[in-house]
């Protein structure tokens, strides 16, 4: 005669499983959303990798602007006389036949503001 106090080999761990089933299932669920919130590959490093884009995006825009900028001063020293000109004027100090270049000293003082009273 058998008592109900007889456990089968396997039944102990079926137990065991079903009372936990719970507990482990939501250890594992919460296991995972923090992986996909705070991973490597995660929520947080993708919104990272996003907005590091999109600074870059708004650099290279700025870039190309300034190299749109000094292609075209480039274009204007290739080909425009006055350009040219006005360069060796201000910057090399050159000048034309019977021209005299007079340069003065930077001033020493501020200049000053008129007072509105």
Known sequence: MATQSQVHPGQAATTFFE?????????????????????????????????????????????NSENETLEHQINRLKSDPKMIEKIARDEMMLQRPGEHVFKLPPSADPPKQASHN
Do not use: S
């Not at 919460?30 to 996003?50: E, V």
């Open 19 to 63: 009372r936990h089933l719970r507990t482990i299932l939501g250890v594992a669920i919460a296991a995972l959303a923090i992986h996909d919130l705070f991973g490597a590959h995660g929520f947080l490093a993708m919104r990272r990798a996003q907005n590091q884009i999109a600074e870059l995006r708004t650099q290279i825009d700025k870039l």
